[in-house]
């Protein structure tokens, strides 16, 4: 019966070591990360800076009223833009033989 505590005893003490190790090494790993964006952040600062160039041309591709092709449910069917909302990155569009209008994701939307 002793031995049953002890070893119980051992192997919760052995887990908690275990675990605190793992959070401790990964504390570790977050400070050393901490001074190597430092070096990267020039890598970093260049990527930001061609998203915005590709953006507003996302965004003024699609108008109110254009003719384009929507893919839904991975089959492509034409539809003219209702309705364009840059922010969620959403078009609204009216597909042709369809009575509602359908909320897609841009990148759903391709010029025809």
Known sequence: MTMTILA????????TACESNTENANSGNENKPA???AVASP????????SPAASPATRTQFKT???VKVTINGSSSDATVVSVDEKAGKATVKITGEKENKTVALSAVSKQ
Do not use: E, I, N, R
């Not at 890598?43 to 061609?50: F, G, H, I, L």
């Open 35 to 37: 001074a190597t964006p």
């Open 65 to 67: 009223g254009d003719k």
């Open 8 to 15: 119980v005893a051992v192997l919760a003490l052995a887990l």
């Open 43 to 50: 890598a970093a600062t260049a990527v930001p800076a061609t």
